[in-house]
């Protein structure tokens, strides 16, 4: 009983539920901080608020002061009957001598019931029946035990009250019809919040998928540069190998050549040696006839070297020139290396820019080319060049390659002042009026700087960049295939800017525009 009338006294006045989030009036009494909210937005229009308990009136709107020694008193209670309503659950109040679970509860018995005491319980419209329940009168007015409810003051009444009490004259619904109302109001909320969640998986699905695919790439990638840079390895190790190789070919071939050469040169010593002997001999004797019956001493030498050359003799065999080895062949096969740093160049797929030029004949009059085409200057005092349908009519150029396919990149080099913008265009673009400047048009897409901001734009879509650009150089990267247009600030480390994806339909041209500045299309490979 206790417990009952504990419940009551946490009930609020408005909802007849047990308080949520209770929040405190001036005059002390207590809300659920939703359910006075929306009895205070009701007299909005009127201007005059009141307390729906005690009717005292405020001037202004009063501010809810949250009151945490109720809260903290409804959160135990409920949490305590939590816990009994598990262990005992809602029987039927006429099964007095076991308990039986309740199928209904009555309004005006303020009675549950099992399914043999529903199938007696009065059928009168008096009798209504509930969900069981252990507050019901909560359910019903407080006065005249009727179930209506008061739309303005968010309570439960009845029929008397509607015409004659403090509620004459405020729209009364049927309490049904009136959860009914709300519950329509709440399924439209439910739908709204179905169709955001919704929108947000599929974001989520969006991001996760972008997530998966930069994760591919990044594999990928990564595999690509592992399996070039082995294939390097690989390409220098074979390379030394062979070089390595010859030069001991070379080395062997030669040693072999001069070893045999020089054991006939120590063969002729020795025979040398002997003839200078037995001469010395002769030389040595003091017997005349002797040294007279000895041959000449011309016969002594071998005729096969008379004639000879004067150190080695005509007949021995001379190798080639063997102070250095072959270099000829090893730079030859050193040759390979070139043929190989240009597979590596090939492999690493990005083309350098040494081929883009400006077109003049796409030049707006109020632009100066320079003679290597690679500078855009704007001028005050307009070029005299015909008018043609190629021809842009305001402060913008193109290059005259156009890219169908792969991956390229460039650089650009501007002045600090003045308005610029560069990116890529189809051939298609309009070449007269505003939308013919790059990225006002869906045949464009441009980095534009003003006033030292700096965006991204796409058909009239601009995407404005958070970071400075502290360097002059910008490098814009294209990748066809992938539909990836990238720009990046040539700092130190080289800093990513922004990706615009798109699907390119077109041969794609470079393009800039300049006012009061210029703008230089910088050479070189990576």
């Known amino acids: 009983m206790a417990s009952a009338d504990l419940r009551e006294e946490l009930d609020c006045s408005i909802c007849l539920s047990t308080y949520t989030d209770p929040v405190m009036l001036r005059c002390g009494h207590n809300f659920c901080r939703m359910c006075i909210d929306q009895a205070l937005d009701t007299q909005d229009e009127s201007g005059v608020y009141f307390c729906p308990d005690c009717r005292e009136q405020f001037l202004e709107r009063p501010a809810l002061m949250r009151n945490f020694t109720l809260s903290n008193i409804v959160r135990n209670f409920l949490h305590s009957e939590l816990r009994q309503e598990e262990i005992t659950g809602i029987f039927c109040t006429y099964c007095i001598h076991s308990p039986v679970p309740a199928v209904k509860s009555c309004l005006l018995c303020e009675a549950s019931l099992c399914e043999n005491h529903l199938k007696v319980h009065s059928k009168s419209p008096e009798h209504v029946l509930s969900d069981p329940s252990t507050s019901l009168k909560k359910r019903k007015c407080s006065v005249h035990k009727k179930e209506f409810y008061c739309t303005k003051d968010a309570a439960c009444i009845c029929v008397s009250c509607s015409l004659a009490g403090e509620h004459r004259g405020h729209q009364v619904k049927m309490l049904d019809e009136a959860s009914e109302k709300k519950k329509k109001k709440l399924r439209n909320v439910l739908q709204k919040l179905i169709t955001k969640r919704e929108k947000t998986e599929k974001r989520v699905r969006s991001l996760e998928e972008r997530w998966r695919k930069a994760q591919e790439k990044a594999a990928e990638e990564a595999e690509r540069v592992t399996a070039l840079c082995t294939d390097i390895r690989r390409r220098v190790d074979d390379l030394e190998k062979k070089v390595l190789s010859e030069i001991s070919r070379q080395e062997k071939e030669e040693s072999l050549s001069l070893s ?200 009239r879509k601009e995407i404005p960049l958070p970071d400075k650009i502290s360097s002059d150089r910008v490098r814009i990267h294209l990748d066809y295939e992938a539909g990836q247009l990238s720009f990046y600030e040539q700092s130190d480390p080289i800093r990513h800017l922004h990706t615009i994806t798109a699907t390119f339909s077109e041969p794609l041209h470079a393009a800039l525009c300049v006012w009061h500045c210029s703008i230089k299309i910088l050479g070189g490979g990576q």
Not at 318 to 340: M, N, R, Y
Not at 375 to 388: I, L, M, Y
Request: glycine content about 8%; charged content about 30%; hydrophobic content about 30%.
């Open 260 to 459: 045999a050469l020089i054991h006939q040169l120590e063969i002729k010593k020795d025979e040398l040696s002997r003839k200078m002997r037995h001469i010395e001999e002769l030389c040595n004797m003091t017997d005349p006839l002797t040294v007279l019956q000895e041959p000449d001493t011309g016969d002594l030498c071998d005729p096969e070297e008379e004639g000879g050359d004067e150190d080695t003799g005509g007949h021995d065999k001379q190798p080639h020139d063997g102070d250095d080895l072959d270099v000829a062949v090893i730079s030859h096969t050193l040759h390979t290396l070139c043929e190989v740093i240009s597979g590596i160049r090939s492999g690493i797929y990005v083309e350098g820019p040494a081929d883009i030029l400006l077109d003049v004949n796409t030049a707006a009059n109020n632009l100066l080319i320079s003679d290597d085409l690679k500078t855009a200057t704007w001028t005050e005092t307009k070029e005299k060049r015909p008018e043609t349908a190629e021809r842009f009519t305001d402060f913008q150029v193109m290059t005259s390659r156009r890219f169908t396919s792969g991956r390229h990149y460039w650089d650009v080099e501007s002045s600090r002042s003045g308005m610029w913008m560069v990116g890529m265009c189809y051939p298609s673009i309009d070449r007269r009026g505003d939308g013919s400047y790059i990225g006002n048009n869906n045949k464009s897409w441009g980095l534009w700087r003003n006033n030292n901001q700096y965006s991204v734009i796409h058909d």
